[in-house]
């Protein structure tokens, strides 16, 4: 199993929050990142998630995002606070360490910048929803004003890129063909694909990505500064 020794720890700062904030009675506004790609359940019919689809996890991961989402379904039930959770795809928007497992574009991205091959985990031709920080941002603070005692909305960008697209997409912005290493050993057990169905956030919160993919990883690029000599020397 897929069951990580922290697995419980994960929640307990939650579950200590909702304690907190029943002996408080201060009724807040909740908004929690969960996940769009790791709680629905797998479907091969290639429709866009929405967010009344089936939910159920293959990762530990997923597990733990459900539960969290279902204690603060709970709560908002109790009357003990309002809740919006965010169903995030996969998110982007800056550079990751060059040693990390996940986040596909920040980390592909900051082994291009530096030279290093690119590491590719599992099937290239995996479909994922991209999302920009900017607009995960903008969905956010849409959401901290309570929009009903509970809710669920999908954040993502409503189109699918593979692997390989998001590759042919940094080596077109960065005008360099890309050293590629597949890597077999971690992967094999990820979904094929996962889009989202944004239509909820559009009508119910007035909200639509603005960034697209080619430009947010355009926008990552201008933003990387190569070390100077006096960098290697200070």
């Not at 031709?125 to 005692?149: F, K, T």
């Amino acid at each position: 199993l897929d069951w990580p020794n922290d697995a419980l720890l994960n929640l307990v700062p939650l579950l200590t929050l909702l304690d907190t904030i029943q002996r408080l009675g201060t009724k807040p506004q909740i908004v929690y990142f969960s996940s769009g790609g790791a709680v629905y359940s797998p479907s091969q019919n290639r429709v866009p998630y929405r967010e009344t689809d089936p939910c159920s996890p293959l990762c530990s991961y997923g597990i733990q995002k459900l539960a969290a989402e279902d204690y603060l379904r709970l709560a908002a039930l109790k009357g003990y606070l309002t809740a919006t959770i965010m169903r995030v795809g996969n998110a982007y928007g800056t550079l990751l360490s060059q040693h990390r497992m996940q986040g596909l574009i920040g980390v592909a991205v900051s082994r291009m910048l530096h030279g290093q091959p690119v590491r590719i985990f599992g099937n290239p031709d995996n479909v994922r929803d991209y999302v920009h920080l900017e607009d995960i941002c903008s969905m956010a603070e849409r959401a901290s004003i309570p929009h009903r005692e509970f809710s669920i909305v999908n954040v993502g960008s409503g189109r699918g890129h593979s692997v390989n697209d998001v590759l042919r997409l940094m080596e077109e912005c960065h005008g360099r063909p890309l050293a590629i290493q597949h890597d077999e050993s971690y992967g094999g057990g990820l979904a094929d694909w996962v889009v989202l169905d944004n239509t909820r956030a559009m009508q119910e919160f007035g909200w639509s990505p603005a960034v697209d993919l080619r430009s947010g990883i355009e926008k990552i690029i201008a933003g990387w500064h190569a070390p100077s000599a006096a960098d290697a020397t200070a």
